[in-house]
């Protein structure tokens, strides 16, 4: 019964919208944020250049927890560690690239738009939309910007990467030299491919949002074109009773088609995600500690922290909005599905809508784990956690600069 109501190219739902199926891939858009997000790192040189990367950090990341190991010192380990936090953060977004972007793709080819004629839904996808592509331009231009600030040499830049240290002291002069050079020229590479990941499950988020606008469309126009008709008459309205069957088996398919997809890519990047976590937290944990623990002076290095902030306060504010606006979104879906005109249909349409009714109970959320899912708790979870360990960093260090002074 689905198939013969849904397999067509063009159905019409109600007396003024006309939908129709329209592919993601062939979608227009979002072009920039595709661009950004699921083309630039498919092509074989960037592949290629993700590979090679992967292999020179885990290097370094190797020889460093060795020398950590062999000459354990509590300041010499504070000192390196946002970095050497900073580059498992970095390794696990190389790695993921390529199975998230995978990922993502097989969705989107899944996940299509519904083209449709209503003028309000249709701007206000395409002003979302807009405003996407100018927040992926900006963004990548702030994380451009950052790469290339950090790929400058700084005073005392040896204190705060260890690998240029390594090159210091293992290599001579002129080696040294040419090897930091190269080794700073990834940091431009590497501040677009961090970003990458989190990018795509924006875009894929973005588009879900996109089809429950029109959802939330149909679903406030399932009896709408007789508001006004008599109930009791149209009880016995075969007319309407097919045609509001047909509206709530679209409706109900097409919610059901997008929760499997959801439900999909949660399981499917569900371990890349707790890495994530964990390793986001070490990093945002091993950040706090240099801040209050640096020594040395930030004054040539402000460019470095306020682009650097810029993209990473953007992009995480931004993909927890992604998440929140769908738990909103299905929120809002549910309240305008229980106010419906159900007293007019006939006992099969009440059962469908008893159906819908309890399907929409599903969780429409992009999932951390049971419990965790992307939104603004989960925003200001982690906000006051960092917000905690800086309190407690700066307690320890006025104690400790007490206890130094009492003594001497």
């Known amino acids: 019964m689905l198939d013969a109501v849904l397999n067509r190219e063009t159905l019409s739902l109600t007396t003024n919208m ?24 498919q092509f074989a040189a960037t592949k290629l250049l993700v590979r090679v990367v992967i292999v020179c950090f ?7 927890t060795f020398l950590f190991l062999q000459r354990f010192d509590t ?105 930091s050079w190269l080794y700073r020229s990834t940091f431009v590479f590497i501040s677009l491919a961090m970003i990458v990941p989190f990018y795509a499950i924006i875009h894929f988020a973005s588009y879900c949002r996109f089809n429950f606008y029109i959802l939330l469309n149909l679903f406030q126009d399932l009896s709408s ?23 709530l088996i679209f409706c109900f398919e097409r919610l059901v088609h997008i929760y499997n997809i959801i439900s999909r890519v949660n399981r499917e990047l569900q371990i890349f995600i707790i890495l994530f976590s964990v390793v986001g ?12 623990s640096f020594q040395g002076s930030f004054e040539h290095r402000y460019t470095r922290l306020a682009t650097l902030i810029l993209a990473g306060v953007l ?12 738990e909103n979104l299905t929120s809002r ?39 965790i899912s992307l939104n603004y708790e989960l925003g ?3 906000a006051r956690g960092l917000y905690s360990v800086a309190s407690v960093m700066v307690q320890l260090k006025y104690v400790d600069y007490s206890n130094h002074d009492s003594t001497s």
């Open 18 to 41: 006309v939908l129709e199926w329209k592919s993601v891939v062939q979608d227009e858009l979002l072009w920039v944020s595709r661009k950004f997000s699921l083309e630039l790192f």
């Open 58 to 64: 885990t290097t370094f990341e190797v020889f460093q």
């Open 75 to 179: 300041y010499y380990f504070i000192k390196y560690l946002p970095v050497y936090a900073g580059m498992y953060f970095i390794i696990l977004s190389l790695y993921s690239i390529s199975s998230i972007l995978k990922v993502m793709s097989t969705a989107l080819d899944d996940l299509h738009l519904i083209k449709h004629s209503n003028r309000e839904t249709t701007n206000r996808i395409k002003m979302e939309g807009l405003y996407l592509n100018c927040f992926m331009i900006f963004t990548t231009v702030a994380a451009l910007i950052s790469g290339i600030v950090h790929a400058l040499p700084v005073e005392d830049d040896e204190n705060v990467f260890f690998a240029l240290a390594i090159l210091k002291e293992y290599f001579p002069h002129h080696w040294g030299n040419w090897l």
């Open 225 to 247: 074109d007789h508001e006004t008709s008599d109930p009791n008459r149209l009880l016995g309205s075969l007319h309407y009773q097919k045609q509001v069957k047909k509206r």
């Open 281 to 292: 937290v070490i990093l945002g944990v091993s950040i706090v500690t240099f801040f209050v």
């Open 315 to 326: 992009v995480f504010v931004h993909i927890i909005l992604a998440g929140q606006m769908i």
């Open 333 to 371: 879906l549910f309240e305008i599905l229980k106010v419906a005109n159900w007293y007019c249909w006939n006992s099969e349409n009440k059962k469908i809508y008893l159906i819908f009714l309890g399907f929409m109970q599903c969780d429409f959320k992009i999932k951390f784990s049971e419990s």
């Open 380 to 382: 200001v979870s982690i």
